[in-house]
């Protein structure tokens, strides 16, 4: 499976982005979904995930209420929206997945996904 993100940029706080990850596989029903960021420096962090159906979603406390995590199997698609965006959101945006056909569990740590996109900046500016 390759992963290919898009949409990031810059934006002022308080704005939106909302990002997309492509995935080249004959289904996306089968993965878990899941979106991760890096800043230079730190581990990259876990920041929402999705099981096969999107109907199960996790999110990290620093973005709960303010990013979604949506998806669309019939064109292989996921989308992380981000509103309220804060200067501290800034970092490269990962999305991944992980194959667990009709599984409920979602992974949430980065050990857990086997393929990775190439990430995508978003920077928020004060």
């Known amino acids: 499976v390759q992963l290919q993100a898009s949409g990031g940029g810059l934006v002022q706080a308080g704005g939106s982005l909302r990002l997309s990850c492509a995935a080249s596989?004959?289904?996306?029903?089968?993965?878990?979904i899941g979106w991760f960021r890096q800043v230079p420096g730190k581990e990259r962090e876990f920041v929402a995930a999705?099981?096969?159906?999107?109907?199960?979603?996790f999110y990290s406390d620093s973005v709960k209420g303010r990013f979604t995590i949506s998806r669309y199997n019939a064109e292989n698609m996921a989308w992380l929206q981000m509103n309220s965006l804060k200067p501290e959101d800034t970092a490269v945006y990962y999305c991944?997945?992980?194959?667990?056909?009709?599984?409920?569990?979602?992974?949430?740590?980065?050990?857990?996904?086997?393929?990775w996109g190439q990430g995508t900046l978003v920077t928020v500016s004060s």
């Open positions: 991944a997945a992980d194959e667990r056909p009709y599984k409920t569990y979602v992974p949430q740590t980065t050990g857990e996904y086997k393929y």
């Open positions: 596989t004959r289904t996306l029903r089968n993965y878990a």
């Open positions: 999705s099981d096969w159906s999107g109907g199960i979603t």
